[in-house]
């Protein structure tokens, strides 16, 4: 993986499992004025609208400076502008005045990854867990897995990732990390079987197409790796890294115009990224030889 971390390789797929929190009857107390705001400011959280949510949350808090699922939201505020130690810092305050809040240490935990502080965050994640009350374990379960694989302990990981789909099955996030995971201890038929159980679930799953590929194209199962490829690039054309593999394992099976055609897209798109000049590289080393070829038949 990317700088050997597993979250944030893929945006769609990989991620930390926190969640907003939801209006039921309103704030256990306070104003109404403030659980207006409050609830304004959940409704923005929900869309993604952090800078107006943050505005009607610290009104929320102006009018009721003393409420935890207050400051648990001005907390995912921060956080959804990546502004951990804000977020982290309100979390704290969030929990002091409510230690039952669990969700609110599960978030605490997902705020201490994004810093790099993954025993610190275990330490959150375990008590999380060890609280019956709390509705969603799976979370803290498949947020373990993360920090274990941050701190290089795939065995760990996989545990906590197999908790998690325990707790849930439909967990498709915590397959789809479970799956990686064998795949980086090569073991590819346990990878292959967890990457279609993802997909049973979610058949959409683009990035579970293409680590799928990846696969197929280490055991040299072309075909399939091809299949796998097109699925991943179905109406995106953007998906360049599934299209570089796909122009790589076209050129392999001796198909150099459509291998050239998918490099030639990828090297066009991007020819300033790595992958963009990689690809280049590759169609250089390919008219090289084709052209060797060439001249070796005159």
Do not use: W
């Not at 930390?16 to 705001?37: I, R």
């Not at 990686?180 to 090569?186: R, V």
């Not at 796998?228 to 360049?240: R, V």
């Amino acid at each position: 993986m990317k700088n050997g971390k597993l979250l944030g390789l893929f945006a769609s797929a990989i991620m930390l499992l926190g969640c907003v929190p939801q209006m039921k009857d309103g704030l256990s107390s306070g104003t109404p004025d403030a659980q207006l705001k409050y609830q304004l400011g959940i409704n923005y959280l929900n869309e993604g609208k952090t800078p107006q949510a943050l505005k009607e949350l610290l009104a929320a808090q102006a009018a009721d400076s003393k409420n935890a699922d207050i400051e648990h939201a001005i907390g995912l505020a921060y956080q959804q502008k990546q502004l951990f130690d804000k977020a982290i810092e309100q979390y704290n305050k969030a929990l002091e005045l409510n230690p039952k809040l669990t969700e609110a240490r599960n978030n605490y935990g997902t705020a201490l990854l994004a810093k790099g502080m993954n025993d610190e965050a275990i330490a959150q994640f375990e008590q999380c867990v060890k609280d019956p009350q709390y509705q969603t374990p799976e979370k803290a379960f498949y947020n373990m897995g993360v920090a274990h694989y941050n701190k290089g302990d795939l065995d760990q990981s996989i545990a906590f990732y197999e908790k998690s789909i325990q707790t849930r099955g439909d967990n498709v996030n915590a397959l789809f990390n479970l799956a990686y995971c064998y795949e980086s201890k090569k073991n590819y038929g346990k990878a292959l079987e967890t990457y279609k159980r993802a997909l049973v679930i979610d058949p959409t799953f683009k990035d579970a197409y293409y680590r799928m590929a990846l696969v197929y194209n280490e055991q040299e199962s072309y075909p399939a790796a091809l299949e796998m490829l097109s699925k991943a690039t179905a109406g995106e054309k953007d998906n360049l890294a599934a299209q570089f593999l796909m122009g790589k394992i076209y050129l392999k099976l001796g198909k150099i115009e459509s291998g050239l055609k998918k490099l030639e897209l990828v090297a066009q798109s991007e020819p300033e990224s790595e992958l963009g000049r990689r690809a280049a590289e590759e169609i250089s080393r390919s008219k090289i030889r084709v052209n060797a070829k060439h001249d070796s038949k005159r």
